[in-house]
């Protein structure tokens, strides 16, 4: 326990997900003093990292968000070998519909080398019968799944093995700057004192640093994805996007397009993307919004042939979203910000523990579009 004088340390991460452990994990690799703070129990729910399932995928049209899901997969297998644990499976990914979004995904793919080919619907329907296809299809072979509670524990004990201490149920109340290597970090139970703080709380963002550091203005909204039972064996889905034409029916119908992938044991899990009610991350009813919830059904009826829509089991998780869908990754003083992942970080986690470790250490910065300021 924090004692009266606040503890010593290098570096306090507030925020056991997936994002705060990978940080956890990179600092304390460097041989750096490192407390990690989750103000949950381990296992909680009240985030964005919980759950059996996260898509991985190089497939972005820009050569940043590649190179760093590379670097992301790079790591995740080193995980993987050093905690014992099955994290990343590569099921292949595809991408379909009428926006003209995957032609340009489709030429970052090919500038970048990373293998990708386009398939004719009749050619999609054959590999991935449970998938209805009207247009042609982009295929990227090395997109998968990540096991997303297995990766955050396996983030929290590879930090663990390299020396950091783990702290769940343990709530920051207040951040104290005291100068620039400098920072006192306050608890319940008493307060740590560290020459840096990486804040990793994403919906949290705005209550713990938002006086601290310029943030963008953040979205929190309550996203309702749902399993829905497969017909056709788990096994043999790929991760999927479906990205309607601007204006057309479907894209009003579905909230532009979905995302789904395979939930070994819990069946098919298909969501629509960003487009939940705005929450309180404290406030959260975790109920599915009547209208969405329906609507993901007759997405599932009409385009998903290897799923039951009559039997699903609705999810909730939040969304953290900037105006433009890009990642927080900034310093002001001694104050390390990561927020903002609007819904697709996960698979980036071990690369962004780097990119935060480098910050907390050196101050390097990553690409400028990752700024408080863009």
Not at 7 to 20: E, K, N, R, Y
Not at 61 to 88: F, K, M, N, Q, S
Not at 224 to 245: I, K, L, N, T, V
């Amino acid at each position: 326990m924090p004692a009266g004088a606040a503890d010593a340390v290098d570096v306090v991460v507030v925020g056991g997900g997936v994002t705060g452990s990978a940080a956890a994990w990179q600092l304390a690799r460097r041989g750096l003093a490192v407390v990690l703070l989750e103000r949950f129990p381990a296992g909680h729910t009240n985030g964005a990292s919980h759950g059996a399932s996260r898509i991985f995928r190089l497939s972005y049209p820009d050569p940043v968000h590649i190179e760093l899901a590379r670097e992301a997969g790079r790591l995740w297998r080193e995980l993987e070998e050093l905690t014992g644990t099955r994290l990343l499976t590569v099921t292949g990914g595809v991408d379909h519909g009428g926006h003209p979004d995957l032609s340009e995904l489709a030429d970052g793919l090919a500038a970048a080398g990373v293998p990708h080919r386009w398939l004719t619907p009749a050619e999609a329907a054959e590999r991935w019968p449970g998938i209805r296809f009207d247009t042609r299809a982009l295929f990227h072979p090395d997109s998968g799944r990540l096991h997303a509670d297995r990766s955050v524990d396996a983030l929290q004990a590879a930090a663990g093995k390299s020396g950091a201490l783990v702290r769940h149920s343990t709530p920051a109340t207040a951040i104290e700057v005291l100068g620039e290597d400098a920072v006192l970090v306050h608890t319940d139970g008493g307060a740590y004192r560290a020459r840096r703080v990486v804040a990793a709380v994403n919906g949290w963002a705005g209550k713990l640093v938002g006086g601290l550091a310029p943030l963008p203005p953040l979205r929190v909204t309550q996203e309702q994805p749902a399993h829905f039972a497969a017909r056709e064996p788990e096994d043999g889905w790929p991760s999927f996007g479906h990205r309607f034409a601007e204006g057309s029916a479907a894209a009003g119908a579905f909230y532009g397009g979905i995302y789904g992938l395979a939930t070994p044991g819990e069946g098919i899990k298909v969501g629509f993307h960003g487009v939940g009610p705005e929450v309180d991350p404290d406030r959260r009813d975790f109920a599915p919004e009547p209208g969405q919830l329906a609507a993901l059904r007759e997405y599932a009826r009409r385009w998903l042939p290897g799923v039951d829509p009559d039997a699903f089991a609705p999810i909730s998780c939040t969304y953290t979203t900037t105006p433009d869908a890009t990642f927080v990754l900034d310093r002001r003083g001694p104050v390390v910000v990561a927020t903002g992942f609007s819904g697709h970080g996960f698979k980036f986690a071990p690369a962004i523990g780097r990119v935060l470790a480098d910050l907390a250490v050196d101050g390097t910065r990553p690409d400028r579009r990752f700024a408080f300021t863009r």
